[in-house]
């Protein structure tokens, strides 16, 4: 067993998950999720818009550490800097529109073709999400078209209501499965 534990494998096991997307398409809501901020025993942040929580997911255990920090600084000269250390650093990405606002929808396969640009060789896991999914009255962009934004851009695709907590833990469990279908086909 001391073999077993020489490997790592501890830090194997910790994934980066960085959200992208417009001003006001639900990153933060979205991020208290997952962190369990409602709940009153969560002590899940880390740092000043970072989150750190292992889901079990099929049995097995992963950490992901969620940034919210694609918004974080308000000087436009630090803000370029952060935007570009997301984009190296992410091991998988969370890209959010607002199925109320068009423009995001368009800013999204702006960040898709950002990312694929600055990591081309590498094949992340990136998952488009249309959030707001509980106003339909104010709907501008159809299922249909994020589902086929994501056929285009390669990525997974899921409507989530941050509001209602609809498909948020489907979302980041989808994220490990695509973290952990990468590293399986990387080891054989
Ligand atoms: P961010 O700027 O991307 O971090 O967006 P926020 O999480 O701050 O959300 C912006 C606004 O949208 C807030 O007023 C949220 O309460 C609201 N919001 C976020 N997600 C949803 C959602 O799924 N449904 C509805 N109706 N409002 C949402
Ligand atoms: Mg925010």
């Known amino acids: 067993s001391d073999s077993e ?4 494998s501890g830090y194997e ?4 998950v960085i ?8 990153k933060s809501s979205l991020a208290s999720i997952f962190a369990g901020i409602q709940e009153k025993d969560a002590h899940n942040c880390i740092g000043e818009d970072m989150y750190e929580r292992t889901l079990t997911v099929d049995g097995e255990e992963t950490t992901l550490i969620v940034m919210d920090t694609w918004e974080a600084e308000k000087q436009e000269e630090d803000e370029k800097w952060v935007q570009d250390y997301c ?8 890209i959010v529109y607002s199925i109320t606002d068009r423009s995001s929808f368009e800013s999204a396969s702006e960040l898709r073709i950002q990312l694929r640009r600055i990591r081309q060789a590498e094949n992340i896991p990136i998952i488009l999400v ?5 106003l339909v009255r104010c709907r501008e962009v159809a299922v249909e078209e994020g589902r086929a934004c994501a056929v285009v851009f390669d990525c997974k695709f899921i ?7 609809h498909n948020v833990q489907e979302l980041f469990e989808g994220i490990v499965r695509q973290i952990r279908l990468r590293r ?5």
């Open 19 to 26: 959200l992208l997307g417009d001003h006001g398409v639900g």
């Open 159 to 165: 409507e989530t209501s941050a509001s209602l907590n």
């Open 184 to 188: 399986d086909s990387k080891e054989t």
């Open 13 to 16: 096991c910790l994934y980066r």
């Open 5 to 8: 534990e020489s490997d790592s």
């Open 130 to 134: 249309g959030n707001k999914s509980d």
């Open 87 to 94: 984009m190296q650093v992410g091991n998988a990405y969370v």
